[in-house]
């Protein structure tokens, strides 16, 4: 199955993909790597998902704000290889950054909305290393960021 297919079979509709608001780039590839800037958790009505986990929002929140960040990833992605996903060979690495409290030990749990999102999207060439860290605050508040590094074909 393809991806496109994958993404129609899950009933997947990707968001816009944002242009950055600073002096940055969204996407840049490097040889055959795409890196995908941090795409921060907004909601399907393009509201910002903010508050920190352990206070504002339990796991399963951050879970869908992590995977809302995914969705924004393969927007990202999508754009960058010209509406053509067949481009990508894998998902390399995501690193996922959730606004916190002290005391909140289950940023992993959080950050597996990304990582099942890319995963069910991409199936094999979806598997990816991670790492999930803990922040005390994140851009405009929100509740989680994740960036991302793809292989292309």
């Known amino acids: ?22 002096n940055y780039v969204a996407t840049k590839v490097s040889g055959k790597l795409l ?3 941090g795409q921060i958790s907004i909601d399907e009505n393009g509201e910002l998902i903010k508050g920190k986990v352990g206070k504002d929002l339990d796991v399963d929140s951050g879970y869908n704000a992590a995977k ?5 990833i393969v927007s990202q992605v999508k754009k960058a290889c010209n509406d053509d996903l067949s481009k990508v060979k894998s998902c390399v690495k995501l ?11 289950d940023q992993p749990k959080v950050i ?18 991670r790492a999930a860290v803990s922040t005390n605050s994140l851009p405009l508040g929100v509740a989680v960021e994740v960036d991302a590094i793809f292989e292309l074909n």
Do not use: W
């Not at 297919?5 to 600073?22: F, T, W």
């Open 1 to 22: 199955m393809t991806v496109n297919e994958n993404i129609n079979k899950l009933n997947i509709q990707l968001p816009e993909a944002k242009a950055p608001v600073g």
């Open 35 to 37: 890196f995908v800037s």
């Open 68 to 72: 809302r960040c995914a969705l924004g």
């Open 95 to 105: 690193t996922g950054f959730v606004n916190s409290t002290d005391d909140f030990m």
């Open 112 to 129: 597996n909305g990304a990582s099942d999102l890319i995963a069910s999207i991409f199936e094999e060439s979806g598997m990816h290393t």
